[in-house]
């Protein structure tokens, strides 16, 4: 979240929000002037995170039912976090959802906006998925400047798991 530069009253999201531990200390960090939007394809999972917020007290989460090509992220964002999600977006077959969904997510993104990827790495070892469904860093990398965003920090954050941190790519207009 620090890397993301998230403080008090910043709008922010989180896609494939599974569970909703992230969203919980995402809505903490932001306040009560902030908003934090969880996404999930998933309505089970939109459930689940609408029943923790709750238990939480928490009144400045917004619950987002997506697609898998499109978020449905209302723009104005000041940051965006997929967190150990990436490898379940990414469907080798057909790489123009991913594309697609992070083309969503840079146009809702503020002009210095950013997006955050955390995954695991690929290979062996640690906590995480299986090691043939970890996705590597360099994917995640192509199919964002696909979408028009750019590379603006990379960073080993633990043994296993990868940080990428974009921002929109300058020139580029989203509609």
């Known amino acids: 979240m620090d890397s993301l530069l998230i403080a ?3 709008v922010v999201a989180e896609l494939g929000a ?23 394809i998933q309505p089970q999972m939109i459930d689940a995170i609408r029943q923790r917020v709750q238990s939480e007290n928490l009144h400045n989460v917004e619950l987002i039912l997506g697609t898998p090509s499109d978020p449905r992220l209302p723009s104005g964002l000041d940051a965006a976090l997929i967190s150990d999600a990436f490898h379940e977006m990414d469907d080798p077959a ?3 959802l991913v594309v697609t969904l992070l083309g969503n997510v840079a146009r809702a993104l503020k ?26 860093p360099e994917r995640v990398i192509a199919a964002a400047r ?30």
Do not use: C, M
């Open 8 to 10: 008090d009253g910043s």
């Open 111 to 136: 002009p210095n906006g950013v997006l955050g990827i955390v995954d695991f790495r690929p290979g062996g070892g640690g906590p995480g998925p299986a090691a043939d469904q970890r996705v590597d």
């Open 18 to 40: 599974a569970g909703g531990w992230f969203t919980l200390h995402l809505a903490r960090r932001v306040g009560p002037n902030g908003v934090v939007y969880a996404e999930d």
């Open 146 to 175: 696909e979408a028009g965003l750019q590379l603006i920090q990379r960073e080993d954050v633990l043994p296993f798991i990868f940080l990428l941190k974009f921002s929109k790519a300058s020139g580029r207009e989203f509609q």
């Open 94 to 96: 057909d790489r123009s």
